[in-house]
């Protein structure tokens, strides 16, 4: 089954990644890809997508990952909803995992009304 999936390239914190299409058994580090259809550079903020290139691929089967299939949506190549994808951030599980305090109630002293004296 194909997949059109990002590949990172790039220097370490300077990251590119091409935009390839790609057998999903293969490993995404290191595969053999079966075409490149472009390239996205976020910190220059560049995108090249050649994207007849990408239209021919979905009609051929390719399946675009969750981020590769917002990322077309945005560049509106395809139409539809755009997937929710989930970023895990290890500060996030943290707090997540840490029991809140369990909160003391101190009783409060209950006021006693005056008893009233019967009168003889």
Known sequence: MLTIRFTRKGKKNQPFFRVVVVDKRRSSKGGRSVEDVGYVDPLKKRKSLNKERILYWISKGAQPSDTVHNLLITEKIIEGKKIGVVKIVKKME??????????VQTPTPAVEAPKEEPKA
């Open 94 to 103: 943290e707090v997540k995992t840490e029991t809140p305090a369990p909160v």
